[in-house]
Nanobody, 123 residues
Framework: QVQLVESGGGFLQAGGSLRLSCVVS????????VAWFRQAPGKERDFVGA????????LYSDSVKGRFTISRDNAKNTVYLQMNSLKPEDTAVYYC????????????????WGQGTQVTVSS
């Protein structure tokens, strides 16, 4: 069974940086694409970015491209989301999700989800 646990959320001012972590339990971690999504109050859950199992391929939404970076450490079963130049509109609950051998931005590709971590950016 695959379980995902996010950490690293918090409250900070606009322009700041934060790094989220997603630890994935279970075997064959390097076979899983891991993505980050976010959901603001009253809004849909939106794709943020994804990293392939090998780490060689990444994909980002236009809204975070150039500010956020996804990376993974397969030895630690962990995926990171480095967020720089944060804006108030980045405020949301951030979720990581995993998919075996599929890669993309569609939330329905992802079978396993974490519980989320809150990120709040003040102006």
């Amino acid at each position: 069974q695959v379980q995902l646990v996010e950490s690293g959320g918090g409250f900070l001012q606009a322009g700041g940086s934060l790094r989220l972590s997603c630890v994935v339990s279970g075997r064959a971690f390097s076979s899983y694409t891991v993505a980050w999504f976010r959901q603001a109050p009253g809004k849909e859950r939106d794709f943020v970015g994804a990293v392939s199992g090998s780490g060689r391929n990444t994909l980002y939404s236009d809204s975070v491209k150039g500010r956020f970076t996804i990376s993974r450490d397969n030895a630690k079963n962990t995926v990171y989301l480095q967020m720089n130049s944060l804006k108030p509109e980045d405020t949301a609950v951030y979720y990581c999700a995993a998919s075996m051998n599929r890669f993309g931005s569609n939330r329905y590709l992802y079978d396993y989800w974490g519980q989320g971590t809150q990120v709040t950016v003040s102006s």
